[in-house]
């Protein structure tokens, strides 16, 4: 993922920085629990489109 568009991008819910997990391609957002996925590079920014983090998952806040 380009690092400047990740810089730009913000959770659509609650405006906190994404963490970008390539090897899951989705930007993670620690505080509402969320992984957005990225299809074909392209962020796909939607709730409904958004996985819901297990809680160690959401634990761990991208140090893992």
Do not use: H, S, W
Request: some cysteine.
């Amino acid at each position: 993922m380009d690092k400047e568009l990740l810089a730009l991008l913000v959770c659509p819910l609650c405006q906190a920085k994404l963490t970008y997990d390539a090897a899951n391609a989705e930007l993670k957002c620690f505080y509402d629990g969320l992984a957005y996925p990225v299809r074909d590079g392209i962020p796909v920014m939607l709730e409904e489109e958004a996985r819901q983090m297990d809680a160690d998952e959401k634990l761990k806040g991208g140090r893992g």
